[in-house]
């Protein structure tokens, strides 16, 4: 497996971290444009590992390997994601041959994570397994006897997420897939299943924030090739890029990264993540289809009470909890940062002023948690975004740098990688600092 090389300039430096200096988080705001090709994850799309499950909110590998350079990573070094996703820090750390762990609180994420960092496969086990599955599809696809015993998911208002043909026969191949064995290639091919899911196979669209519901009762959805093309495309990633392979280890729990159950012997000498922006955007409500069809939620309550306890949630009693009274910054650290941002938002709403200073409280609430996990000097690259509430700019690179220096790190640099498309004025950065 290739290791990352340090480049000259890396090695220059490798034992040189810039002291912080007395200069304002603002006096240390630098502009390096980054394509939104390489920035995002329109670049895992085509690449090995990283294109099995297409998660829109996330970066890509490119930015990844950015990273890690401007950390100055050393070999031998362990990274860790405390807000893992589907995955893109720890796949493209066991590509580049470095060990790795994450957190994840989102069960269905966890699944993704977890399946496309577990490398322990061979190709034509795997390919056997779906030449079993389409066996048992082509037989059983009009089965009416067999559909009557499988359970559908319980997610309210089933009939606006698909179709009933297309439900036919997604539930009769997740069927199938689930008569093979308990283990590594029944999961690979649920991956398959669940990366094509949506939205291809349901009545969905990718919207801006969210996924919106549109009426596809007269579009041409086949479920069995969209699968196995996917499918297929797994298993070639599998027989081109892995065989006899020394693989790093990487380890993802599903956990709370504010309060992360983990073994405290784990030590990260780099992290690289992105937390949710507070955009109002909910990972929970973008994976519900997923949750419910793959039977990880069974009634429907449990979607709101995950987005409740999320960073950054606002769907369903998410937003209504943010209603009452007045949410106050956790500490010192988070009022000095927001410098009264809050208030100004509060003239005008106080959901959304509850809204701004609970996200900050819980990030907050991550960066201590998770400072047992870190090696001395441990090096940091947190990406986030920018945003508008109620007409204020909220400044969510500055911000979290403060909170940063007012927890006891050192900041680097705040380094605006590209304009986000929601908005004018709006970035996407990276807060580079240090444990101190």
């Not at 930015?63 to 720890?90: N, Q």
């Not at 689930?178 to 196979?201: F, H, I, K, Q, S």
């Not at 992290?271 to 949710?276: A, K």
């Not at 109620?390 to 403060?402: C, G, Q, W």
């Amino acid at each position: 497996m290739k290791t990352l090389k340090a480049s000259a300039r890396q090695l220059a430096f490798a034992e040189i971290w810039p002291e912080p200096t007395e200069a304002a988080v603002e006096n240390r705001v630098v502009y390096n444009k980054i394509p939104s090709r390489k920035a995002t994850f329109k670049s895992g799309m085509v690449a090995p590992f990283h294109r099995w499950f297409r998660l829109t909110p996330s970066f890509g590998d490119d930015l990844v390997r950015t990273m890690l350079d401007h950390l100055k990573w050393r070999e031998g070094e362990v990274v860790l994601d405390p807000f893992s996703g589907a995955g893109t820090t720890i796949i493209e750390c066991k590509i580049q041959g470095i060990t790795s762990f994450g957190f994840e609180i989102n069960p269905f994420l966890h699944f993704v994570c977890r399946v496309c960092t577990n490398w322990n496969l061979r190709h034509d086990k795997l390919a056997d397994a779906l030449n079993s599955v389409e066996d048992f599809f082509l037989k059983n696809q009009k089965n009416l006897e067999l559909l009557s015993r499988i359970q559908k998911p319980t997610i309210s208002s089933i009939e606006r997420w698909w179709r009933d043909d297309v439900l036919d026969d997604l539930l009769i191949i997740k069927y199938a897939i689930n008569l093979l064995p308990a283990g590594e290639y029944r999961d690979v091919l649920l991956l398959a299943l669940a990366a094509v899911l949506v939205p291809d196979l349901t009545n969905v669209t990718l919207g801006r924030l969210q996924l919106h519901f549109i009426d596809r009762s007269k579009h041409h959805i086949e479920a069995w090739p969209t699968f196995f093309k996917h499918a297929k495309q797994i298993i070639e990633d599998v027989k081109v890029h892995l065989g006899n392979k020394e693989i790093a280890s990487s380890t993802i729990f599903h956990t709370d990264s504010r309060m992360p159950e983990a073994p405290t012997g784990l030590k990260a000498n780099c992290v690289i993540t992105s937390p949710p922006y507070p955009n109002r955007y909910s990972y929970v409500w973008n994976t519900r289809p997923h949750l419910y069809f793959f039977d990880l939620f069974q009634i429907p309550k449990q979607a709101s009470d995950l987005d409740k306890v999320t960073i950054g949630g606002t769907w369903g009693t998410a937003t209504s909890v943010l209603t009452k009274g007045i949410i106050e910054p956790l500490n010192q650290a988070v009022k000095t940062a927001l410098n009264g941002i809050q208030d100004e938002i509060r003239n005008e709403d106080n959901m959304m002023a509850n809204y701004v200073v609970n996200y900050f409280n819980e990030l907050t609430k991550q960066i201590i948690a998770m400072k047992p996990f870190l090696a001395e000097n441990a090096r940091l690259a947190y990406v986030v975004g920018c945003s508008r509430t109620k007409e204020k700019f909220v400044e969510t690179d500055v911000i979290l740098a403060k909170i940063f220096e007012g927890i006891g790190f050192s900041v680097d640099t705040v380094e605006r990688i590209r304009k986000r498309n929601s908005g004018k004025d709006l970035h996407e950065s990276i807060v580079y600092c240090r444990k101190s």
